[in-house]
């Protein structure tokens, strides 16, 4: 299930290629006490001498850290979900974590939804153009 994390719109919310995006509930004014409260994740591109790779991390709002990451040379849904595994096996295993991300199609994509529901986790979108939200 995906909840947005800023707007408190009712009814359902499609991707841009008709999948659902989120099913809206508010995080607004969600405040961490504890670690595996809200994790934030993204995707960068950097530029290398043998051509770009990308990065996807997943930082721990209340400690700050990175707790999984993945790198590789195509921005496929297997970066976000290798990024995910990375981080329930580095927080052992916990359950009910927000994951807030952008509304990119990898964190759209089958694959990271099915990853998120085995660990127990709830996905999380900011509104379109809210880009300061993951940062």
């Not at 499609?14 to 809206?24: D, N, W």
């Not at 004014?29 to 994790?39: E, M």
Request: charged letters at 25%; hydrophobic letters at 35%; aromatic letters at 6%.
């Amino acid at each position: 299930m995906m909840v947005p994390f800023e707007s408190a719109v009712t009814g359902s919310l499609e991707g841009s290629r008709g999948g659902r995006a989120h099913v809206p509930t508010t995080c607004r004014g969600t405040i961490t006490r504890t670690a595996n409260q809200v994790w934030l994740t993204d995707i960068t591109e950097h530029r290398t001498r043998e051509g770009k790779v990308y990065l996807c991390a997943i930082k721990d709002v209340f400690s700050n850290r990175i707790v999984g990451y993945s790198i590789d040379s195509r921005m496929k849904a297997r970066i976000a979900v290798n990024a995910l595994e990375m981080a329930v096996a580095h927080r052992g295993r916990p359950a009910g974590v927000i994951v807030h991300s952008d509304r990119g199609s990898q964190f759209r994509s089958r694959r990271f939804l099915k990853a998120l529901k085995r660990h127990g986790l709830t996905g999380s979108m900011g509104r379109v153009g809210a880009c300061l939200l993951t940062g």
